[in-house]
């Protein structure tokens, strides 16, 4: 038996690694039966690196300091620290032995021959991926390129003359600076690829709307325009289109005929998840839409691509046709997705620099009467191409008070400002309960607290007042869409899925706790009221992993229990039979919950949450609540410790992106 294999399956006993971790090293072995140490280890390390959402394995901290890069155990530090004395000493060792093996390809000097693991990287930062992700990452970086590289023509003076009525009453005095929303549009004007980002309340979807108008408005055959709406999940999608047709509406009354908001709106149907844009398989990781067979579509808005993992990334640009332009709207300072990748976050890493070159700004100039500041203007080397099509929006007009406060602390990494907002915060918008335990998780779902009265016992109490029996069923449906309303008040986030503190534990725990109030009946799996999330994509059914809806009586007794979901104004059911890839949703991990707004938001911190506690899952479910935000800690500190600890993904893409000597991403 190899030692070293034997090493990592102990590893894998231990819960250290995962056993597909040492599965895939044992693997490498029976392709390469003379594979160093240094190979198998690697091996087993980038596959459980891409388990927490990497892309890639870095070489240099990984050989120079394993303990700060993995962040194991104590225990598990101390014999990772001894078995790193049997190994290769120094990165270019380990380069030598991953060289030396017919299993890893080296990037840019040899053929694709179907090896498992590929080296890219540069000499100074060699990267190792699986063949995957390196072959998505690839096809992420050429899109990109070609997307980028040159402008596309603008009539300057037309978008001015557009760009100045649809931003009329939006007129930003002096002392505010720089529209950056009316900048975001003239940029994207010329582009095939655009990126806008920024926070709660400044603006994306806004900014995305006139966009559209804009577009509308200077193209020649508007009627033939043709427009898709897409986000990660159902209910990220429905809020997109419904933010965009309230925006259009505004626009419509306050441009009246100049522009046929109302048909261009109707043309553009209703917003889709990306699975189902693409045309999601059964049983395949495939789509019906590809490169070969590609979308039809001339304008593509992607909402909360912060979400969007690079496998997804890859496909979605493979199946935009070559003249389309896409539109990527996202917080860059969220969650990255729960794959692997944190695309938006590469993206957007010098958002907040700008880096705009001469030229961008003199275009911005004429074409939307905006001037750049010169802070924001590359002074030294070559601007980055991808930021000539990246617009950060800076100002929230929505999100103020503690609630904004919290998060901007948070996201800067001050834990004493946070400390500070939570302390001191008169309206009681946001309030901590440190040191407290799940019934006190509990106790929020059930009645709410001073100063944030929405929970659960809001919906349940619409749904013990069903409407009579009227023939045509509209009672039945302004029936089911309060009682859906109300269960988006409030919600219950966690950071992990397990255990009592995670979203399983305290799924049952509110559960019960209702049950024993009276305010849930029934027994057995399905029970009307019982919140569902869907967990697998589902074509046919035309539900998709995300979805959240409500389990309840059908329109008549023949109809039996259904699951009701709300795509904006529109209601969708299915049988509850029908749905076998659900989770009950009374508690939901943060991850999950992107893409929506709670008015009562509860974010539980765990004791012993290790990597998972950042500063990145904080902000986010700061983020998610409208009104009132409470934050459940199962002891003092957790909330420093989040704040302090910053998510990297390893990724190349950045690189690969920017201009230079290793641009090929070869090591």
Same mark, same amino acid.
């Given at each position: 038996m190899n030692t070293t294999l034997t090493t990592l399956r102990q590893w894998s006993d231990a819960g250290w690694l995962r056993r597909l971790d040492s599965a895939l090293a044992a693997f490498v072995l029976e392709l390469d039966p003379q594979a160093p140490p240094a190979l198998l280890v690697a091996t087993a390390l980038l596959a459980h690196m891409e388990g927490r959402g990497h892309t890639c394995l870095p070489l240099e901290p990984l050989v120079r300091d394993p303990g700060a890069l993995l962040g194991w155990p104590t225990d598990a530090?101390? +014999?990772?620290?001894?078995? !790193?004395? %049997?190994?290769?000493?120094? *990165?270019?060792?380990?380069? +030598?032995?991953?060289?030396?093996?017919?299993?890893?390809?080296?990037?840019?000097?040899?053929?694709?021959?179907?090896?498992?693991?590929?080296?890219?990287?540069?000499?100074?930062? *060699?990267?190792?991926?699986?063949?995957?992700? !390196?072959?998505?990452?690839?096809?992420?970086?050429?899109?990109?390129v070609a997307r980028t590289a040159t402008p596309q023509p603008v009539e300057e003076a037309l978008a001015r003359q557009w760009l100045d009525r649809l931003f009329a009453s939006d007129a930003v005095v002096p002392e505010r600076g720089v529209d950056w929303q009316k900048v975001a549009c003239a940029i994207a004007l010329r582009s095939r690829l655009s990126v806008i980002t920024g926070g709660p309340g400044t603006g994306k979807t806004y900014t995305a709307a006139r966009l559209l108008a804009l577009l509308a408005a200077v193209d020649p055959q508007p009627e033939r325009l043709r427009v898709a709406l897409a986000a990660p999940t159902g209910k990220a999608a429905a809020r997109l289109k419904q933010s965009i047709d309230a925006a259009l509406e505004e626009l419509q009354q306050r441009l009246g005929d100049a522009l046929d908001l109302h048909a261009f709106a109707r043309r553009m149907g209703a917003a889709r998840t990306l699975h189902g844009l693409l045309g999601a398989r059964p049983d395949t990781r495939h789509f019906r839409h590809h490169a070969a067979y590609p979308l039809d579509v001339d304008v593509l808005i992607v909402d909360e691509a912060s979400m969007v993992h690079l496998e997804m990334m890859a496909a979605l640009l493979d199946a935009l046709p070559a003249g389309a332009?896409?539109?990527?709207?996202?917080?860059?300072?969220?969650? #990255?997705?729960?794959?692997?990748?944190?695309?938006?976050?590469?993206?957007?890493?010098d958002a907040q620099a700008g880096r705009y070159s001469d030229d961008t700004a003199r275009y911005v100039l004429r074409a939307a009467g905006e001037r750049i500041p010169a802070q924001f203007l590359q002074v030294q080397g070559a601007p980055p191409a991808l930021a000539q099509h990246t617009v950060m929006l800076r100002e929230s007009r929505r999100f103020g008070g503690p609630i904004g406060q919290l998060a901007l602390a948070v996201n800067q990494g001050d834990g004493a400002a946070a400390r500070q907002v939570l302390a001191h915060d008169a309206t009681q918008a946001v309030l901590a309960l440190e040191g407290s335990d799940p019934a006190a998780v509990v106790r929020l779902?059930?009645?709410?607290?001073?100063? #944030?009265?929405? &929970?659960?016992?809001?919906?349940?109490? &619409?749904?013990?007042? *069903?409407?009579?029996?009227?023939?045509?069923?509209?009672?039945?449906?302004?029936?089911?869409?309060?009682?859906? %309303?109300?269960? =988006?008040?409030?919600?219950?986030? &966690?950071?992990?899925? =397990?255990? =009592? !503190?995670?979203?399983?534990g305290l799924n049952r725990a509110a559960e019960a706790a209702l049950r024993a109030a009276g305010l849930l009946g029934g027994h057995g799996e399905w029970y +009307?009221?019982?919140?569902?999330?869907?967990?697998?994509?589902?074509?046919?059914?035309?539900?998709?992993?995300?979805?959240?809806?409500?389990?309840?009586?059908?329109?008549? #007794?023949?109809?039996?229990?259904?699951v009701y979901f709300a795509d904006g104004p529109q209601l969708r059911s299915v049988g509850v039979a029908r749905l076998a890839h659900v989770e009950t949703a009374f508690a939901m991990t943060v991850h999950k919950s992107q893409g929506?707004?709670?008015?009562?938001?509860?974010?539980?911190? *765990?004791?012993?949450?290790?990597?998972?506690?950042?500063?990145?899952?904080?902000?986010?479910?700061?983020?998610?609540a409208r009104q009132a935000f409470t934050l459940v800690a199962a002891q003092p500190g957790l909330l420093a410790q989040a704040v302090q600890a910053r998510t990297q993904r390893a990724s190349g893409l950045r690189e690969r992106l920017e201009p230079g000597p290793t641009a090929d991403g070869g090591c």
């Open positions: 530090q101390a +014999a990772l620290q001894d078995f !790193w004395q %049997t190994l290769p000493d120094g *990165p270019q060792a380990w380069i +030598a032995a991953l060289q030396a093996s017919p299993v890893v390809r080296q990037a840019g000097l040899q053929a694709d021959a179907g090896q498992p693991l590929v080296l890219g990287g540069s000499p100074a930062a *060699p990267l190792l991926y699986l063949r995957r992700y !390196w072959s998505d990452e690839t096809r992420v970086v050429q899109a990109l332009r896409v539109v990527f709207l996202g917080d860059k300072d969220q969650l #990255a997705s729960v794959e692997a990748g944190a695309v938006l976050g590469d993206l957007c890493r779902a059930l009645q709410g607290r001073p100063g #944030a009265s929405a &929970c659960y016992r809001d919906y349940l109490t &619409c749904m013990a007042q *069903p409407p009579a029996d009227v023939p045509d069923g509209l009672a039945h449906e302004d029936w089911v869409r309060r009682v859906l %309303t109300a269960f =988006e008040r409030f919600r219950l986030l &966690c950071a992990v899925r =397990e255990g =009592e !503190w995670g979203a399983a +009307a009221g019982r919140p569902v999330m869907v967990t697998r994509n589902d074509a046919a059914l035309g539900v998709f992993n995300g979805d959240i809806g409500i389990a309840l009586p059908g329109a008549s #007794a023949q109809a039996g229990l259904r929506s707004e709670f008015e009562h938001t509860v974010l539980v911190l *765990p004791p012993r949450a290790g990597a998972v506690l950042g500063r990145e899952l904080v902000y986010t479910g700061i983020t998610r």
